[in-house]
């Protein structure tokens, strides 16, 4: 009884290619489609199991699916005068009615009953366009990150570093309003030593009361001149700790 062909449809049909630099661990698919109405038992093998990482290695397939393998090559100093002969080999077997035990059902097997397919290993270097693609791509991608960064700090209030939060917005709200609350209490104060220095000056006194109370008035006075200018302090230390929070 002759072999029977391979039932699956292979993507790609014979060569699995990997494309270098091989520095790192290099993937690519193989593709495995099921046409007939049959599930179908499949297993992948390598003549170099310790270069690569095959996931699924093995499974069913049921009828008119199909399934993805992903082929790993592990990282390795690539000789480009060497010739890869690496191969690898799909086989396949219609499955039973019921599969329990694959490991049983592959040892089993009569050879007339197994289809397989082969494949060979093909490693490409990038050649020199695609080699000044990635140059480009790395120089661009500081630019990029650059160019974000920069767009983020001038959305930001202070170059994203002296914004204020809401609840120090509301600290400052309060505090302005005890600000202008002990201003207002200044004033009122000044105006009253105001008018009590008015009120003094027409009242009719004695010498000795003209003399003490000409004394307690110049004070008053120069009191209610130095209120003024602790009123333009005070404001002063309120413009600048306001001005300053929204800047720094």
């Not at 002759?2 to 520095?23: A, E, W």
């Not at 393998?69 to 010739?83: A, C, G, R, T, W």
């Not at 105001?194 to 003094?200: A, D, I, L, S, T």
């Not at 006194?205 to 004394?215: C, G, I, K, L, Y």
Request: hydrophobic share 40%.
């Amino acid at each position: 009884m002759s072999k029977l062909d391979q039932i699956l449809v292979l993507d790609p049909p014979s060569d699995l290619r990997f494309k270098g630099p091989f520095t790192d661990v290099v993937t690519t698919n193989l593709k495995l489609k099921n046409p007939s109405d049959r599930r179908v038992c499949f297993k992948v093998k390598t003549t170099a199991p310790r270069r690569y990482c095959v996931r699924p290695n093995s499974g069913v397939i049921e009828a008119g699916a199909a399934v993805n393998i992903s082929v790993m090559l592990q990282p390795f100093d690539y000789d480009p005068n060497e010739k890869s002969k690496h191969k690898f080999m799909v086989q396949t077997i219609f499955a039973p009615s019921n599969v329990s035990d694959m490991d049983s059902l592959w040892k089993d097997a009569k050879p007339d009953d197994l289809m397989d397919s082969k494949l060979r290993c093909v490693f490409e270097l990038p050649s020199e366009n695609d080699k000044m693609n990635d140059v480009d791509a790395t120089k661009a991608a500081p630019l990029m990150n650059s160019a974000k960064a920069d767009a983020t700090a001038a959305s930001v209030p202070g170059g994203g570093g002296g914004a204020l939060d809401e609840a120090e917005t509301r600290k400052m709200v309060e505090k302005c309003k005890r600000l202008q609350s002990e201003i207002l209490k200044l004033a009122e104060e000044n105006q009253n030593l105001k008018e009590e220095g008015v009120r003094m000056r027409k009242m009719p006194r004695s010498d000795h009361m003209t003399s003490s109370n000409s004394t307690g008035l110049v004070a008053r006075e120069t009191s209610s001149a130095s209120l003024p200018s602790l009123l333009v302090v005070i404001a002063a230390i309120f413009i600048g700790f306001f001005l300053g929070k929204f800047i720094l």
